[in-house]
């Protein structure tokens, strides 16, 4: 990024302590006061500076010396070098307390634009304020000789940022006139180059040349930021520098409605003050400045745009044209917002400019603001933009999903218009896998945007495919790898292998037969909530070579955040139905995830927890999906793999599974659950001669025996059952095998939880009332429950007295 010499600059800098830089500053200053400050100083100064500007805290200089930087900055026998020197300087430390400065009696333009920089930099509203109306004022009256408004613009931009409200209506009105005139009006000549003063500098000066257009034409219209010459006058540079900062003035000031017409006259009122001041205007009459303002600007839009069709001599003009066409539409766009008079030039203009550019990938980004504008005005002129509106979601992030500026740009058009995405059957709405790619391809930049729009994505309809597409995320990663590298190949090893035999790489999978409909349903550009996910089981198999890509891995860590972001906008809206789809395809896609461990590892975090909550929405899934769960929770294996989501599921069980929640709970039910969950504990708890015993984690076994304890209590029947296994948990937490897996707490803890839910066996009614509260719906019974546990220690206590102590 830096050279040595430069890294070895900045190092110094950084580590300069303020004694060091009081020294140095101190040299400086004595440069600076000498009789003629030369290179020494400039070279000090530029040092200076570099210290300065090195750190992110801010650096102290003595109040003396920063008196003779303003000092030497305001002085007009200063070389122009040292002032800006003096100038950036002062701008680092601001805001500074010791600054004097002041514009009010500047009259060289250079001079007003240096210490307006410095002023600005304070942050302080009466500064700004104080030098808008002094830069206005300049801007005002005829500059001598020698001067320029050039250097005044970017100070005026800077203006209008920090404190629009700082001109008032009169200075805005002179000021647009202005505007208008550098845009409109400017020289169509080339400039003169500078006589370089030697022997040989001819006294004669040749007739100017005409500007010419990018491709070397010469210019027959007016000049604009796209016209060439090899020298440019200073009305060229003011057109330039206005158009740079156009949108924002016309944004600040250019909406204003002018208060123009006759009271009396009423046969304009359906339309805005604007449009009739514009339709008088083209009748021949004067424009107000305002309004002569869009008028200019949106001529010069459209000469822009007709520049853009161009072909340029330079590879970098054409960067230029492509930015100055999004500047352009955009422009327009206000101006239409501003004056609806506008519109229909300009949606026609817009529809050729569109055909034109459409086929166009290094457009692709100009085809935003397009799509803005007719998201804003097509409705006012009944015109059908659905084929601009498909061509961009369908064909763009389809083919330029790796692109990063236009990726950000694209997920923050649709957060600029997430109000598209509520309809259903929009094209928008449709296209919403399309914008997954930008995610997949693009994670750390983009998850904050997607936070936010992932919300107007998801309803009723999208929650089953976005939750497949969120969990398939690093897989979309690796199939969009494979694509770009698939695309790369030479023609002459696209054609694939034989599609008989077994491909043996992703890249020949990507077109055999075998693996082709895989790769098209996971890069699907449309929504398509039929298609039976399981068809990517043996993709994810064979993209799994490409698990260990740092873009996949990425990829993969913002999966949870968004899950968790999914289950709770979904908790909002989700119906019984949904909610037992959502539990089904949880337990069943646990076993269908991209083989990277730590994402499994967090997607089953997230999962658990989330199992948890929606089971607390909708309790009765426990019955209506018993044997789904039974399924799940009966397989010893998913407490080794996936430990959180079966931990959350039994608890589930234990908790739901009552009549209090569901009344078509039976005591079969009860008993189905009981020993299906009886037979896991057994096999995780039992002691085999020269057997392994199954390592899982002690909260795993503490869920099992509290909800068979809870289920016992529920059908005492099953006490005996329940108090004898718990019984003889001493024994299986002293045993040498169990000691050699698990820390002396963990066991410890195993077994005060088995006394526990023992001693309330031995009060049945007790454990039931404990175990089987009413749905909560008073503060005391929501406390019942959440007190289980001091409620076990109390039982224990009654029934385990402490040693020597009396019974009552």
């Known amino acids: 990024m830096f050279t040595a010499a430069a890294e070895s600059f900045l190092r110094q800098a950084r580590e300069s302590q303020e004694e060091e830089l009081r020294r140095f500053a101190a040299r400086v200053s004595a440069l600076l006061q000498g009789p003629e400050p030369g290179p020494e100083a400039v070279d000090g100064l530029q040092r200076l500076h570099l210290t300065v500007a090195a750190t992110k805290y801010p650096r102290k200089l003595d109040g003396k010396f920063v008196e003779l930087l303003q000092t030497v900055l305001c002085s007009p026998k200063s070389p122009e070098q040292i002032q800006v020197l003096c100038a950036a300087i002062l701008r680092e430390m601001s805001p500074c307390n010791d600054l004097i400065l002041s514009c009010d009696e500047i009259q060289d333009t250079k001079l007003l634009s240096l210490v307006s920089s410095v002023l600005l930099a304070q942050e302080n509203k009466g500064e700004v304020a104080a030098v808008g109306q002094r830069v206005v004022k300049v801007l005002g009256r005829r500059l001598p000789e020698g001067q320029s408004a050039r250097f005044l613009l970017p100070v005026l931009a800077n203006v209008i940022r920090l404190s629009p409200e700082s001109l008032t209506e009169e200075q805005t009105s002179a000021v647009s006139?202005?505007?208008?005139?550098?845009?409109?009006?400017?020289?169509?000549?080339?400039?003169?180059?500078?006589?370089?003063?030697?022997?040989?500098?001819?006294?004669?000066?040749?007739?100017?040349?005409?500007?010419?257009?990018?491709?070397?034409?010469?210019?027959?219209?007016?000049?604009?930021?796209?016209?060439?010459?090899?020298?440019?006058?200073?009305?060229?540079?003011?057109?330039?520098?206005?158009?740079?900062?156009?949108?924002?003035?016309?944004?600040?000031?250019?909406?204003?409605?002018?208060?123009?017409?006759?009271?009396?006259?009423?046969?304009?009122?359906?339309?805005?003050?604007?449009?009739?001041?514009?339709?008088?205007?083209?009748?021949?009459?004067l424009l107000p400045p305002r309004e002569r303002?869009?008028?200019?600007?949106?001529?010069?839009?459209?000469?822009?745009?007709?520049?853009?069709?161009?072909?340029?001599?330079?590879?970098?003009?054409?960067?230029?044209?492509?930015?100055?066409?999004?500047?352009?539409?955009?422009?327009?766009?206000?101006?239409?917002?501003?004056?609806?008079?506008?519109?229909?030039?300009?949606?026609?203009?817009?529809k050729i400019l569109h055909s034109r550019i459409c086929g166009d990938a290094s457009y692709a980004r100009a085809l935003l603001p397009?799509?803005?504008?007719?998201?804003?005005?097509?409705?006012?002129?009944?015109?059908?933009?659905?084929?601009?509106?498909?061509?961009?979601?369908?064909?763009?992030?389809?083919?330029?999903?790796?692109?990063?500026?236009?990726?950000?740009?694209?997920?923050?058009?649709?957060?600029?218009?997430?109000?598209?995405?509520?309809?259903?059957?929009?094209?928008?709405?449709?296209?919403?896998?399309?914008?997954?790619?930008?995610?997949?391809?693009?994670?750390?930049?983009?998850?904050?945007?997607?936070?936010?729009?992932?919300?107007?994505?998801?309803?009723?309809?999208?929650t089953i495919e976005i939750f497949h597409l969120l969990l398939d995320l690093p897989c979309l990663t690796a199939a969009l790898d494979i694509q770009l590298r698939a695309?790369?190949?030479?023609?002459?090893?696209?054609?694939?292998?034989?599609?008989?035999?077994?491909?043996?790489?992703?890249?020949?999978?990507?077109?055999?037969?075998?693996?082709?409909?895989?790769?098209?349903?996971?890069?699907?550009?449309?929504?398509?909530?039929?298609?039976?996910?399981?068809?990517?089981?043996?993709?994810?198999?064979?993209?799994?070579?490409?698990?260990?890509?740092?873009?996949?891995?990425?990829?993969?860590?913002?999966?949870?955040?968004?899950?968790?972001?999914?289950?709770?906008?979904?908790?909002?809206?989700?119906?019984?139905?949904?909610?037992?789809?959502?539990?089904?395809?949880?337990?069943?896609?646990?076993?269908?995830?991209?083989?990277?461990p730590a994402f499994k590892e967090d997607v089953y975090r997230v999962l658990g927890s989330q199992l948890a909550m929606l089971c607390g929405l909708r309790p009765a899934l426990v019955v209506e999906l018993s044997t789904e769960i039974l399924e799940f929770s009966g397989a010893v294996s998913n407490i080794q793999s996936k430990e959180a989501i079966f931990?959350?599921?039994?608890?589930?069980?234990?908790?739901?599974?009552?009549?209090?929640?569901?009344?078509?709970?039976?005591?079969?039910?009860?008993?189905?659950?009981?020993e299906s969950l009886e037979?896991?504990?057994?096999?995780?708890?039992?002691?085999?001669?020269?057997?392994?015993?199954?390592?899982?984690?002690?909260?795993?076994?503490?869920?099992?025996?509290?909800?068979?304890?809870?289920?016992?209590?529920?059908?005492?029947?099953?006490?005996?059952?329940?108090?004898?296994?718990?019984?003889k948990m001493r024994t299986f937490v002293?045993?040498?095998?169990?000691?050699?897996?698990?820390?002396?707490?963990?066991?410890?803890?195993?077994?005060?939880?088995?006394?526990?839910?023992?001693?309330?066996?031995?009060m049945p009614s007790v454990a039931q009332f404990v175990f089987t509260p009413p749905v909560a719906s008073t503060r005391f019974q929501k406390e019942v429950n959440d007190s289980l546990p001091l409620a076990l220690r109390m039982v224990t206590q009654l029934l385990e007295p402490a040693p020597g102590s009396m019974p009552v």
């Open 734 to 762: 002293q045993s040498p095998a169990v000691t050699s897996v698990y820390c002396e707490e963990d066991l410890e803890e195993i077994l005060i939880r088995a006394t526990e839910l023992m001693n309330l066996l031995k």
């Open 177 to 285: 006139k202005k505007l208008a005139d550098w845009l409109r009006y400017a020289s169509t000549q080339q400039g003169m180059a500078q006589p370089s003063g030697g022997f040989f500098s001819s006294p004669r000066t040749k007739q100017p040349a005409p500007v010419t257009e990018m491709d070397g034409a010469v210019a027959t219209d007016f000049f604009t930021v796209l016209s060439v010459a090899q020298h440019y006058t200073q009305d060229q540079w003011l057109n330039v520098q206005t158009f740079s900062m156009l949108r924002n003035w016309l944004l600040c000031y250019g909406g204003k409605e002018l208060n123009t017409l006759n009271p009396d006259d009423t046969a304009g009122m359906d339309r805005p003050v604007t449009s009739v001041v514009s339709a008088v205007a083209r009748a021949g009459q």
């Open 679 to 727: 037979a896991v504990l057994f096999e995780i708890t039992q002691l085999r001669p020269q057997a392994s015993t199954p390592s899982c984690a002690p909260r795993a076994i503490s869920v099992l025996m509290a909800t068979l304890t809870k289920l016992a209590a529920r059908s005492q029947d099953l006490i005996p059952r329940v108090s004898m296994f718990l019984s």
């Open 487 to 596: 695309a790369a190949l030479p023609a002459s090893e696209k054609a694939g292998g034989d599609p008989a035999g077994k491909p043996g790489t992703c890249l020949e999978a990507f077109r055999h037969p075998l693996y082709k409909s895989m790769f098209q349903h996971l890069l699907r550009a449309k929504s398509a909530p039929q298609d039976a996910p399981e068809s990517l089981v043996p993709l994810r198999l064979l993209l799994g070579s490409l698990a260990g890509s740092p873009r996949v891995v990425q990829c993969a860590e913002t999966v949870p955040v968004l899950l968790e972001l999914f289950f709770r906008v979904v908790a909002e809206f989700a119906d019984g139905s949904l909610i037992n789809q959502l539990v089904v395809l949880l337990l069943q896609r646990s076993d269908q995830l991209y083989e990277i």
């Open 370 to 462: 397009i799509a803005q504008f007719f998201l804003n005005h097509s409705k006012l002129t009944a015109v059908d933009s659905d084929a601009i509106y498909k061509h961009l979601f369908t064909d763009i992030p389809a083919q330029l999903f790796h692109n990063p500026s236009l990726a950000f740009e694209f997920v923050q058009f649709c957060k600029d218009n997430s109000q598209l995405f509520t309809d259903s059957s929009s094209i928008f709405r449709q296209s919403f896998p399309n914008l997954f790619k930008f995610l997949a391809w693009n994670s750390p930049p983009l998850i904050s945007e997607f936070v936010d729009l992932l919300p107007f994505l998801l309803d009723p309809g999208t």
């Open 293 to 350: 303002l869009r008028d200019k600007a949106f001529e010069y839009c459209q000469r822009l745009i007709e520049q853009s069709s161009r072909r340029p001599l330079k590879k970098d003009d054409g960067d230029l044209q492509k930015a100055c066409v999004i500047e352009a539409v955009t422009i327009m766009d206000i101006i239409c917002k501003q004056d609806s008079s506008y519109v229909c030039r300009a949606v026609s203009f817009l």
């Open 647 to 674: 931990t959350h599921m039994v608890w589930a069980v234990g908790e739901y599974l009552s009549v209090s929640y569901d009344r078509r709970c039976t005591v079969e039910q009860i008993a189905r659950f009981f």
